[in-house]
């Protein structure tokens, strides 16, 4: 394909009605702040990705040994153990580790195999005041020191001095807990970016697991990924929020860190889209968007009043806090972006977390153990909880097959849970199709700005194969 030059790529599709998001967010009531004036600093050109990184073994072992075991993961959140000696597994392709809270406020994590012949020492999420082999009883403190071996008379090589379980890097950072098996990898601030000054007062660590769910997904890890990754896909794949979110308007940032890339997607919502018919108004967008999000967060708020002679944005954003501040017992001072539209966060390679207040979500793809072919695809929603109030506890995973839905095994995920029914409706024809592909050119096609970020991660995928 051609090369474009980075002054010729088009850089989004609006009009004076139907605003680019850039204008939107400088005519925000609150002020434009320091994350919505912040810039991506690169433009991928990388248009034509190969369809057999998709599908070929030879290629996934490659991903499992040279990113998966070497970059910062996304493991688990603060508040999935709550308790000292609770525990999780976090599988990745055929590596297992295990996530323990060892103390207080301290967490460990530990490569999840005996140090006696291999057994699994944590196949699912439990709690107990050591941990302890299931085959032979060897058993450790939650901090992996060595506490006792039956029989030890026959080990005497085997000390509490050279015992203990080997250790996984672990870091924290708003209450998610990140691994990562390279012990001389620089440190999870690195690979973060912005993310820590664009979430300040979003802050994550103040939130919890409300819903949850894990699908299987017939799709590599990284079509599935890309299915998020942008928005021009919701014309034709979601064809009712055409009128209310503006996705041809949308803003695409890549910001390079030291260890690869955060990108970000940010799409308005409160604006029809460049493809809605000329009958869709603002007023008719925001009062559908508020609409949707009394009936899945504020179902006790009164429908707001909106003057289509005056910013609907404005007023919009100003119900969402009147809404907020009724269910949660106290104010919020955040920009009408952050209440109204959706700005998805991607960390490199396989972590997402949502700067919205209507969409705040968390996405987590994960490889299959042993299919190219397979993946996981792991939502939470995150929300806050009441003013005085405990911390509510994380809820528990629903797995989801193949084949199953995602609106009808989760609801309370609401009218988002068809949507993401639609998504999964797409991938496995993308995995199935791209097989078919005419041998002279199995390569896609894709669009200079809007699919910029899947052409960003490809290139980190070649730097770090290329190790």
Request: some cysteine; overall charge negative; proline content about 8%.
């Amino acid at each position: 394909m051609a090369v474009i030059a980075e002054r010729d790529v088009v850089k989004g599709y609006g009009s004076k009605e139907r605003p680019l998001l850039s204008e939107l967010w400088s005519r925000d009531s609150r002020g434009p702040n320091a994350a919505m004036q912040a810039r991506g600093d690169h433009q991928p050109n990388n248009r034509q990705i190969d369809y057999a990184r998709y599908h070929d073994p030879a290629f996934f072992q490659q991903e499992l040994d040279k990113i998966w075991n070497r970059q910062w993961l996304f493991a688990c959140r603060e508040e999935d153990i709550p308790q000292v000696g609770d525990r999780v597994p976090l599988t990745i392709g055929p590596s297992s580790y295990f996530i323990v809270r060892s103390d207080t406020d301290s967490f460990k994590a530990f490569y999840n195999s005996c140090l006696h012949r291999g057994t699994k020492l944590c196949a699912k999420k439990e709690q107990a005041e050591t941990i302890r082999c299931p085959y032979h009883a060897w058993e450790w403190n939650v901090d992996g020191r060595l506490k006792r071996i039956p029989s030890h008379w026959d080990f005497p090589d085997i000390t509490r001095l050279n015992g203990a379980l080997p250790e996984v890097r672990l870091e924290r950072w708003g209450g998610f807990i990140f691994i990562n098996a390279d012990k001389d990898a620089p440190p999870l601030l690195d690979a973060l970016g912005p993310m820590p000054d664009h979430f300040a007062a979003f802050a994550p660590e103040k939130r919890y697991t409300k819903a949850r769910f894990r699908k299987l997904v017939r799709a590599n890890w990284k079509i599935t990924q890309e299915a998020f990754q942008e928005s021009y896909h919701l014309y034709a794949t979601h064809p009712e929020g055409v009128p209310f979110t503006g996705d041809s308007q949308s803003q695409y940032d890549i910001f390079t860190t030291p260890l690869g890339a955060v990108g970000r997607e940010a799409v308005p919502s409160a604006v029809p889209s460049m493809h809605a018919d000329s009958s869709a108004t603002a007023h008719a967008a925001a009062m559908v968007a508020a609409q949707v999000q009394q009936m899945w967060h504020y179902p006790d708020a009164t429908l707001p009043d909106i003057d289509p002679a005056q910013d609907v944005r404005a007023q919009l954003g100003d119900w969402l806090r009147q809404s907020y501040e009724q269910s949660y017992g106290r104010p919020i001072a955040e920009s009408d972006a952050v209440m109204i539209d959706s700005s998805l966060y991607f960390l490199y390679p396989h972590f997402t977390l949502w700067l919205s207040e209507s969409v705040p979500f968390v996405y987590q793809f994960l490889p299959h153990e042993t299919d190219p072919n397979l993946c996981y695809f792991d939502v939470r929603l995150l929300m806050p909880w009441r003013e005085g109030e405990p911390r509510p506890p994380a809820a528990e995973p629903i797995e989801i097959g193949a084949d199953e839905s995602i609106a009808e095994k989760a609801p309370a995920y609401g009218f988002l849970a068809m949507i993401f029914d639609q998504d999964m409706s797409n991938l496995p024809l993308v995995q199935q199709g791209l097989k078919a592909a005419n041998p002279a050119a199995p390569y896609s096609r894709l669009g200079a700005y809007q699919e910029g970020m899947i052409q960003a991660w490809h290139e980190l995928i070649d730097r770090d194969l290329a190790r």
